[in-house]
């Protein structure tokens, strides 16, 4: 072995670090849910239940989630995670908009994938208020967080509007051109999406 070089040992399920073994068991409760989800519907979803199909007891999924809306936002988060464009600095707006368009051409097989579980939990989000207050808090966080963001990549001054009126528009915009190209993918093609964006850049200054 040459001066410097260091053995890398493989790390044993023993000295595996606590928070890898949490982390594990959450992915593995959040997709036995996901395969209740498709395979029964959300009125099949209960805590017990997704503890049998991963095997688990209940305290398992009691430690990790505190109960089913704790659950189904940790769903939601693995299904409808952020679409975020490729980035760099000195971009333009009209750049951004175009790599956002990309971006969202690139996840559509994933959100196509999702679609059904996702308009379900629309559906859950509609008639629980628990989960609507969630849904609500966790979505304006994320809106926070990239409207935060973007100044350090455009100029407040070049963007076509307010950035925290722009973010939740981006978001609307988005959701809308997945939804209608999953559901009518010939009426939404590539141009279509890439003209959306095209035009909520064309108001921008350069």
């Known amino acids: 072995m040459e001066s410097g070089e260091v053995l890398e040992r493989p790390i044993s399920a023993r000295r595996r670090p606590k928070g890898d073994k949490r982390a594990r068991t959450r992915a593995a409760l959040v997709d036995a849910a996901r395969q209740i989800i498709r395979e029964q519907g959300y009125d099949a979803l209960t805590l ?5 199909r991963a095997g688990m007891t209940t305290g398992a999924i009691y430690g990790n989630f505190k109960n089913r809306t704790d659950l189904l936002m ?4 693995v299904s409808g995670a952020p679409i975020m464009a490729r980035t760099w600095p000195g971009m333009s707006f009209r750049e951004l908009m175009h790599e956002t368009a990309t971006a969202v051409i690139e996840a559509l ?12 939990f629309h559906i859950q989000t509609l008639t629980h208020q628990d989960l609507r207050e969630r849904s609500l808090a966790e979505t304006k966080e994320i809106y926070q967080r990239i409207a935060a963001i973007t100044p350090q990549l455009i100029p407040a001054d ?8 722009l ?8 959701d809308g051109l997945i939804l209608h190209r999953i559901l009518t993918p010939e009426l939404v093609p590539d141009e279509v999406i890439y003209a959306a964006f095209e035009a909520l850049a064309a108001g921008a200054i350069d």
């Open 48 to 52: 017990a239940a997704v503890a049998e």
């Open 74 to 77: 940790a769903i939601a988060q």
């Open 109 to 120: 097989p994933q959100r196509r994938a999702a679609m059904v579980g996702t308009l379900g």
């Open 158 to 165: 070049q963007l076509p509007m307010p950035v925290e009126v």
């Open 167 to 174: 973010v939740p528009v981006m978001h609307a915009l988005m």
